[in-house]
């Protein structure tokens, strides 16, 4: 019996089943297999979760039916395609000052200070959450505040998934020698606590085996803008992370807690001093967690490769969580560059576990966890002739490219990767300014930031034709479904005459490493990389930012908003 002799009610389910590309891969065999993918909603909506880069939702959506959830996906990726044309909404924020922000799932937190002394201790005694209205989810805009802790909180990090709401608490030591701060501001030394409570009441997590942690960590830490110098904190599922960043006397370390369990996982120290130039760390899963870190340098070379990606397996054996495969940074001469790793939220991960734990709001599409974005920021130092000279450059680095490697692993003996075998699967991207980005937001595979100056090289021209590009804000999209859609529906005339999108910026892709050079034609690194873009530049023309926008805000992002912070206490929020 023949496939296509079966009722299209059964046809339809079984293509269903398989992935997308076999269920466009259907419409090539007959006609009448076209005809039935063209006519089938639910199909559709298949594919145009694809094109969207996006996963099926693990509830969908029950007030809507396939219809007319594709007919939102398709305004969803034009809204991306060109945020401009998305009519903004404002809310109001406190007047107060923030202190620090966050955002994730849809959720906007900003912590204040209430009196003038935790202002300038740069800590918060109240934090306000905004949720934002979602066409994917259906939910409307809500507000609440909490400032109940009773403590001072330095930073907070959150998974609205869960309800799950981390504080860092510092608690000042006894008094050594003073060190002034910058800007004449003292500041203590402290210890550090974890505690897990809940975003919607503010109460103890149920799902903390201990509402506290004590950290171990201590020391002085610098102004909040000192990024390098503060605390960082990545949440994935059970697995919390702190790199601490004290940059006088104290304790520094990257440590990883099973928070349900409340137990400590791995504990990497770092020397008190070290922590600028490297060591920045994110959890990748519940499984990796990865760490920048500086390569070991031979005497005999004047070759300095710029660092390593070390990635530790956190699943206890009875050997213990171990670094399992080291990923090589390209090499330069002479001199040791800056590096600087940032990444967004992640999300929660799709265990067995965690299904049973979360409360779902049924949605229209999903992200998978794994569609995450690293940002390496390098700041590198070259000799010329007329002197030393500092090149800044931003790698994209997606993290399935570094979760692949360990899965394929045969053994269980640490490796290294060359830079020559995983170079090519990243993105460099050469600025043209003389100080690194600081404005900047990540959310799966998009990467918005502000005040983008820098080099576009096309693919065709071996890594020599470069132009210039300046932005006020641009926004980059890793994601290759993605890409491979907009080329497949925009032809070439299109794409030249579109000056809204980078000449070079349609997900081209290089299967080679080229050498990169400055202006002046010098290589700026001994081993090639892969200058050839494989991302698009969305449209957000000069007008896109309002006069007032805030000078020291990013524009920050998720999948379906783009948050505007102004001078005046109107925040502006763009949904697509």
């Known amino acids: 019996m023949s496939l296509t002799a079966l009722p299209s009610e059964i046809l339809i389910k079984i293509i269903g089943l398989t992935e997308p ?88 937190a900003c912590g204040y200070a209430n009196d003038e002394l935790k202002k300038t201790m740069d800590v918060m005694d109240s934090i306000h959450f905004h949720q934002l209205p979602s066409k994917n989810k259906s939910i409307n805009y809500s507000h609440w505040h909490h400032s109940d802790f009773g403590f001072s909180v330095d ?47 503010n109460d103890p997590h149920w799902l903390a085996g201990l509402p506290t942690l004590d950290t171990g960590l201590s020391g002085r830490l610098r102004e909040r803008k000192f990024y390098e110098n503060r605390i960082i904190i990545s949440l994935y599922g059970r697995m919390v992370m702190l790199r601490s960043g004290a940059d006088h006397q104290g304790v520094n370390a990257i440590v990883v807690w099973d928070w349900i369990e409340g137990k400590e996982v791995l504990r990497i120290e770092i020397p008190v001093g070290q922590i600028h130039s490297h060591h920045y760390s994110y959890l990748l899963s519940e499984d990796y967690l990865i760490v920048s870190c500086p390569a070991p340098v031979s005497p005999n070379t004047s070759s300095v490769p710029l660092g390593l990606l070390d990635i530790y397996h956190l699943q206890t054996n009875s050997d213990g969580p171990r670094k399992i495969v080291s990923f090589e940074l390209p090499t330069q001469h002479l001199s040791r560059g800056y590096v600087r790793m940032a990444s967004g939220p992640a999300r929660m991960p799709c265990t067995p576990y965690w299904l049973a734990q979360m409360e779902y709001n049924s949605s229209i599409y999903e992200i998978a966890p794994q569609n995450r974005l690293l940002v390496l920021l390098f700041c590198i130092p070259k000799r010329h002739n007329s002197g030393q000279i500092y090149f800044h450059s931003l790698l994209h680095v997606p993290v399935r490219v570094l979760l692949d490697y360990p899965k394929t692993r045969l053994d269980d003996q640490p490796c290294v990767v060359p830079w020559s075998a995983w ?86 892709s290089s299967t080679t490493l080229m050498t990169c050079k400055d202006a002046s034609g010098y290589p700026i690194f001994e081993t090639p990389v892969n200058v050839a873009p494989v991302y698009r530049k969305l449209r957000a023309g000069k007008a896109f930012l309002p006069t007032n926008v805030a000078r020291e805000k990013p524009c920050m992002i998720d999948e379906e908003h783009m948050v505007i912070f102004t001078e005046i206490n109107p925040v502006e929020c763009c949904r697509v």
Request: aromatic share 10%.
């Open 423 to 508: 170079g090519v699967k990243v993105t460099w991207i050469d600025m043209t300014d003389n100080v690194l980005p600081r404005l900047f937001s990540l959310s799966g595979l998009r990467f918005s930031i502000r005040n983008l100056h820098c080099y576009l090289v096309g693919p065709e021209s071996g890594g020599q034709a470069r132009q210039k590009s300046r932005d006020r804000l641009a926004i980059l999209d890793f994601d290759q479904k993605r890409s491979r859609f907009a080329q497949a529906t925009r032809n070439d005339q299109e794409k030249i005459s579109n000056s809204g999108h980078s000449m070079y910026s349609e997900g081209a």
């Open 155 to 201: 930073e907070f990090a959150f998974q609205p998934e869960i309800d799950l709401l981390v504080l860092i608490e510092g608690t000042a030591l006894a008094p050594d020698d003073p060190v002034m701060g910058y800007f004449d501001n003292l500041r203590p030394s402290k210890s550090y606590r974890l505690h897990f409570r809940t975003m919607s009441t």
């Open 21 to 108: 590309i076999d269920v466009r891969s259907c419409q090539l065999v007959c006609r009448r297999l076209h005809a039935l993918v063209a006519s089938s909603s639910y199909l559709q909506y298949i594919l145009e979760l694809d094109a969207c880069g996006y996963d099926m939702p693990p509830v969908p959506r029950s007030d809507l039916g396939y219809e007319a959830m594709v007919q939102r996906l398709r305004e969803h990726r034009k809204g991306w395609e060109d945020p401009s044309s998305c009519k903004p909404e404002f809310f109001e924020l406190s007047p107060q000052p923030t202190i620090s922000t966050y955002f994730a799932g849809g959720v906007l």
